[in-house]
Every structure is written in structure tokens, then in C-alpha cells.
């Protein structure tokens, strides 16, 4: 899961970026590791690279500039 954070994606709409992002080519992975009150989504690109779309109004996401 470490990997998954350093590699995600920060947004303030997670949902509409994950069903943009499921247009162009991506999926959602099944993981098995969600806790009870996620503030990210797993998915995978084309290639099978997995990385996490955060959900920056969660309230625990930084986001930076």
C-alpha cells in the first residue's frame, strides 16, 4: 500500500476523476484491504500499473503545489 500512496493521485472530485480515468483505458482493482471509511481508489492503468486516485476532501490528504 505504501507504493500505491506514493504513486496516487490527489483530487478534490475522486469520483469523477476515477470514471474519467476508467474512460480512458483504466480499471478498478478489487482490493481486499480497504478500511472501514476509505478515502481512496485503487485502480490500474492500461499496463496493469496499480495507483490510488485520494480523496483530497477527506480530510486526511495533503496536497501539495
Do not use: K, M
Not at 483505458?25 to 478489487?30: A, Y
Not at 476509505?38 to 496499480?50: I, M
Amino acid at each position: 500500500l505504501e507504493i500505491l500512496l506514493e504513486q496516487g493521485l490527489v483530487s478534490q472530485e475522486q469520483a469523477d476523476e476515477v470514471r474519467r480515468l476508467i474512460g480512458l483505458g483504466g480499471s478498478e482493482v478489487p482490493w481486499d484491504s480497504y478500511p472501514d471509511d476509505p478515502d481512496f481508489v485503487v485502480l490500474a492503468d492500461t499496463e496493469g500499473n496499480r495507483f490510488c486516485v485520494v480523496d483530497a476532501s477527506h480530510g486526511t490528504a495533503v496536497v501539495t503545489d
